[in-house]
Structures are given as C-alpha cells and as structure tokens.
C-alpha cells in the first residue's frame, strides 16, 4: 500500500524532526501572544495595531502560519493514513483519502495567503 | 496482501484505557483546532481592519455563541498544546512505563481541564 508519497517530507524522520520544531515553535508563538493578552489590562486597537504591525511580530506570526501548515500537514496525513482506510472504508478508501487530503492542503494555502493579506495590510 | 490475515487492532473492539483516550483526544483537537484557525484568522483580520473593525470584532466575542466558539478552539489548543508537550517529554524518554503512561495522562487531563476552566473564567 503506497500511503508516504502524501506525507510532508518523503521520509517518517524529516516528518518527526518537523513535527516537533514548529511544535516547540508554536507553543512559544501561542503562549507568548496569550502573555500578552492577559497582561495587558485594556486592550485597545492601538496597542494590537502597534503589535502586528511591527515588523518582528509580522515575521513571527508569518513563521507561526508556515508552522502551522507544516504541522497541520504532518498530523493531518498521520490521521489520513490511519482512519481513512480500506479496512474501514473498503475500496474508495484511497480516493477518500486524497480527497481529504486535498482540501486539507487548499484549506492550508487560504489560510497562509489570507495571513499574509492580513498581516502586511495592517 | 492477504486480506484474511489476523488482526489484533480493531479498534471498535477494544476498551480504550485513559493514555489511549488522551492520545485520540490529541488527535481529534488538532483537526477541530485546524478547522479552528479560520474562525481565529476572521477575528484578526476584523480587528485589526480598522478602529470600527476592533469594536465590531470585540461585539461579536460578546456574543455568546461565538465566545462559546472561541473557547472551544482555545480549550483545542490548550489540550493540544499540553499533551503536545507530555509527548515533547515522553521523546525524551521519560515516563515509558506502564505507569508512567497512566500518571502522564492523568496529569494531561488534569493540568489541561484546570487551564481550559481558567481560560472560560478569563474569557467571561
């Protein structure tokens, strides 16, 4: 059964070492900008404008965004891989599997390319 | 292959014990919260538009279904995040045991529920 030709990167150890990097990344990226959040008392539109729209803030969530595809990319296919199956859907199970996957990776390509839109517009 | 091979992991048929149930749970929020970015996305593109786009964005969060909404995700990511983390410190080669795999979920499940009861309090 040929299941690796969707993964990420051809290969379960690039996958696992990429899965864990914009893991550690993620974690530092969500908990920072929920720091951020909880202490500041009043958030108003100028202190979030003045936040993304500083250029490191613009480059770090960009690298949350590619993290986040990357990431998503990885699990999403584990998750494929394993419940969208023959055993559990007979012989359309491929097709299934390609489909979801399919719009899983557009659904990635909106969300970078709207991210972008977002963040170099403010 | 050989289609009338035995299987010994049919799922449907087995009980899940708890370090099974959290690893499922990791699973099933990393779809929900994939889902979860555009709802994010949408609210930072409202809030960031324009002084009126940050009122309206703060309008709709007081709306309580889509707070409801909103929390979810976050308790999504929370969960994922902590048991991202259990699974960070297992790579490492801590807690592999039998036991070891039954206090990481319980302490999954336990530090996740308090934060995600935290983050509803935070957000109300």
């Not at chain 1, 990344?25 to 500083?54: H, M, S």
């Not at chain 1, 055993?87 to 709207?114: E, H, P």
Request: with cysteine; aromatic share 14%.
């Amino acid at each position: 059964m040929v299941t690796n030709v969707t993964s990420f990167g051809r290969s379960g150890l690039y996958d696992w070492v990429v899965q864990r990097f914009t893991a550690v990344y993620l974690a530092v990226y969500f908990v920072g900008l929920l720091g951020f959040l909880v202490w500041t008392p009043e958030l108003t539109f100028d202190t979030w404008r003045a936040l993304f729209g500083a250029t490191w803030m613009r480059i770090a969530s960009l690298a949350a965004l590619f993290s986040i595809c990357a990431h998503a990319w990885i699990g999403l296919w584990t998750v494929a891989t394993d419940y969208l199956t023959a055993d559990l859907l007979g012989s359309k199970a491929t097709f299934l599997r390609i489909a979801f996957q399919s719009i899983c990776v557009i659904v990635m390509f909106i969300y970078l390319v709207w991210g972008i839109q977002i963040l170099w517009g403010v | 292959m050989n289609d009338k091979r035995p299987k010994n992991l049919e799922l449907s048929t087995i009980r899940f014990p708890l370090p099974a149930i959290t690893s499922i749970l990791h699973r099933i929020s990393g779809v929900f919260i994939f889902a979860g970015i555009g709802v994010l996305l949408w609210l930072l593109s409202e809030s960031l538009r324009s002084p009126d786009g940050f009122a309206s964005a703060a309008q709709w969060l007081d709306m309580p279904l889509v707070k409801l909404v909103v929390w979810a995700i976050v308790a999504g990511l929370i969960y994922h995040l902590v048991a991202g983390v259990k699974h960070l410190v297992m790579d490492m080669g801590v807690g592999e045991t039998l036991s070891g795999g039954q206090t990481g979920a319980r302490l999954v499940l336990g530090v996740s529920i308090i934060s995600i009861v935290l983050a509803g309090v935070w957000l109300w």
